[in-house]
């Protein structure tokens, strides 16, 4: 990452590092990164591509804008810049914003929409939401049959029994230094051999960070990604659903809520009110919230009972068949490394800062930037919502209890499920549009376009081989 503050760091930076290209970089309505390329030829030149921008043709981009009042302005902000480190000459890239012909924020840009939605949410509740992505993926390649693992037993797996370490390292190396908040990566469960090739899942966990932050790292992590897998020869894969009995790949999301840069998750041992609140909000749009989070009918292959993935409206501490979990928080006074380290002395130290709560439900075909503002917004229903501490007790199930277990068929009866398909996720956004159309976040022409879309598709649409590379 550059650290740029400011236009005139940013210039300096191009001339002292002979910069020859500056690429813009946008996410129109089906998420992924687009680019612009600009030969940098002199100053005044560069000054003006920084200042002025450039315009695009919106209805590219939008679906939903007309031809005939098309054209939007891109115009880059500074402290995104980042060396790209593919390119073959020296190249900038900068994340844009869009804008309209008034010089006003496009207010369907799906950027635009999660700003808006973490300004709603601060003025509201006096906190500031952080959230952090996992990226889990499928490396697909030719199987050279050595050092094989069980199938379905990939978890934290070391090399040379799993094969793709050293593209997950690089992709590591290559976020963190665009600025990614990093926490870990690892090998997932999903490992199996079909027609000569092995499928490998792989998993990048990042740190929390302001929303609006994190949905730019995810959207540069995944483009890293494809491109490091273009380079290895490999294919990479975010579908949510490969094939049927093996482990899917979601894209859960971890919240956290600070106030003057303290977070208010832990009190006492425990989760906070201000927690039970937000998970009540999204038990309260739990349905409604797959429409931006599980937007293609893979996604829905992948949400099925008796699987970690969730189908039921409740939470629960690190309960992994929960829609929302309380992971481990760092909560014990009990020096750990202490233990494990003879003769280094034992002292309390408060960890509880690392606490967060995960959503479990969404998977990378959606939207960053529309899913973390959905999140945003049910989040904030919690608060709004009278009785929400009371639908924080009615939905919570205890720890280590499995809600597709058939002992617990009743419990699961009393709680509502998850849609079972794109039309069934239309259906629920259009119940609960008020939650995201609340203080202008959402507009209801881009609600209704994404519910005209989601009821659009057919069983033609859950082809796995046709949908590989649509995340």
Known sequence: MLNIKSKAELVAYCIENQIEFIDFHYCGWDGRLKTLNFVVRDKAHLLNILEAGERVDGSSLFPFVEAGKSDLYVVPRYRTAFRDPFAQVPTVGLLCSFFDREGKPFESSPEYVLRKAAKVFREKTGLEMQTMGELEYYVIAEDDGMYRIPDQRGYHESAPFVKFEDLRVEAVRLITEMGGMVKYAHSEVGNFRLDGKIFEQNEIEFLPVDICDAADQLVLAKWVMRRLAWDYGVTLTFAPKITEGKAGSGMHVHCKFTRDGRSVMVEGGDITDVVRRAIAGYMDAGTSLTAFGN????????????????????WSHSNRSALVRVPLGWTSSVDMAAQCNPGEEAAYRDFSDKATFEWRASDATANVYLLMAALCCAARRGFEMPDALEV?????????????????????DSL???????????????????IYTSEGVFSDSMLDYLVRTLRSFGPEDSDVEENLHIA
């Open 392 to 412: 924080a007790r009615r939905t919570y199930v205890g720890l280590g209890v499995n809600i597709h277990d058939s002992a617990n068929e009743a419990l699961k």
């Open 416 to 434: 509502e499920q998850l849609p079972a398909s794109c039309s069934g996720a239309a259906d629920a956004l259009d119940a609960d549009r008020a």
């Open 295 to 314: 937007p293609n009918p893979l996604s829905f292959m992948r949400l099925v009972p008796n699987q970690e993935a969730p189908t039921t409206l409740c």
